[in-house]
Structures are given as C-alpha cells and as structure tokens.
C-alpha cells in the first residue's frame, strides 16, 4: 500500500510541475472592464496629428492662385473638391515635385500664396538691394578671405 501511495503522490507531484508547461494564458480585465489577452499589447488610440483639413478661406487662395497658373478652370469656391485636388496634384507633378493629397509647402510659395514678411519688425524701412560688387572689396579684406577659404587668387 505505502508503494502506490508513494507512486500516486510522485504522480500527483509531477503533473502540479508540468501544469506551467500546457497551461494557456486567459484573459483578464483591464481598469475600463475590457477583457484582453495577457500576452497582446493594447493599441494606443490612434490619434490624428497635424492639419486635417484645409480652411475654406485658404482653400479659395489656392484655389485663386491655380486658375492664374491655368490650372484649374473652374471658380475659386473656397471647397477642396476633386477638381482642386487634380490641379494641384497637375502642378506638384509638372514642378517634379511629389503629388500629395495637401499641397506641399514648395507649391504654395511657387503659386505666390507664401509666408507674407512684409509686417516682420526687420522688413520695416529696409531696403533690400543686391551686394556691392566684388571691386569695392579692399584688397587686403579680399586677401584674407580668400586665405581663410583656402582659395587660391
């Protein structure tokens, strides 16, 4: 009797070991009461970053600004309909630019709809002219330019 005793609880013990081994992850509940699997990660909420959608106001801009370029015939309606998509998507492509679904930066300051720096606190009263030319440069300025670039005259 004591020899089946001992094989029982030797039996008994080797399958509380090997439980681990065929057991199965469950389920358990998360603080907002779903349930997930314990070995999947929970998605982040998928948040939309950046501009959505375009200003009515800005869209007849642009709008504007590809009717002069003769790339869209109809009206500015301030709508970004599939029209203005085309046209602008026309122009990315004809600039060998990337077509987007937005319209890229580049495009928009081509189209003369860029940043406006005219109020700036620099832009006031200056006079924006080109650099005197390279013969008002003293000789010996020319010199150590010339020297500090490694540049041969």
């Known amino acids: 009797m004591s020899k089946i005793r001992t094989c029982l609880v030797f039996a008994i013990s080797v399958g509380f070991l090997s439980l681990p081994a065929f057991a199965t992850r469950t389920h358990r509940t998360v603080a907002s009461g ?3 699997s314990a070995h999947k990660a ?29 790339y ?5 309606n301030g709508k970004w ?3 203005t998509e085309a046209a602008m998507q026309k122009y990315q492509s004809d600039q060998g630019w990337q077509t987007r679904l937005m319209p ?19 832009a006031r009263d200056a ?11 003293p000789a010996e300025q020319a010199n150590g330019f010339a020297q500090a670039s490694g540049v041969n005259r």
Do not use: C, W
């Not at 869209?72 to 500015?76: F, I, R, S």
């Not at 890229?104 to 620099?122: E, H, Q, V």
């Not at 924006?128 to 013969?135: A, I, L, Q, V, Y």
């Open 127 to 137: 006079a924006f002219s080109p650099p005197p030319p390279t013969s008002t440069i």
């Open 42 to 70: 929970i998605p982040k909420s998928h948040k939309l970053h950046g501009q959505q959608a375009i200003d009515s106001a800005r869209v007849t801009e642009i709008q504007g600004a590809l009717v002069r370029a003769h």
């Open 104 to 122: 890229d930066s580049r495009a928009l300051k081509m189209l003369g709809l860029g940043p406006d720096y005219s109020t700036a606190i620099n």
């Open 81 to 83: 309909d599939a029209a």
């Open 34 to 36: 779903r349930t997930r």
């Open 72 to 76: 869209l015939t109809a009206e500015p």
